[in-house]
Nanobody, 115 residues
């Protein structure tokens, strides 16, 4: 199983980024997908999640209205559109696939928000 994140970068406050997670060797469409992040010196925290068919999403309060999670089951990809980025969004962002007691993680992609 491989989860490979991409799209992280250095961006100015107020800017936008789109993260992508490519999933392989996994029955992607039956897994709930999520994004988590970990800032320096802090624990990993939930950012956004999406159900198997994409019909249900949920977000951390800190990103509601600014981030949007989506998925393409035909391409085995999950995305995180991040708008109006703030310095406090700086973190390594991880893709997560979960079903029952089974889960998988990507290696992470760095997002840095700084002027």
């Amino acid at each position: 199983v491989q989860l490979v994140e991409s799209g992280g970068a250095l961006v100015q406050p107020g800017g936008s980024l789109r993260l992508s997670c490519a999933v392989s060797r996994l029955a992607f469409s039956i897994y709930d997908m999520s994004w988590y992040r970990q800032a320096p010196g802090k624990g990993r925290e939930f950012v956004a999640g999406i159900s198997t068919g994409g019909g249900a999403t949920n977000y951390a309060d800190s990103v509601k209205g600014r981030f949007t999670i989506s998925r393409d089951n035909a391409k085995n990809r999950v995305y995180l559109q991040m708008n109006d980025l703030k310095p406090e969004d700086t973190a390594v962002y991880y893709c997560h696939a979960g079903i029952a007691i089974t889960d998988y993680w990507g290696q992470g992609t760095q997002v840095t928000v700084s002027s």
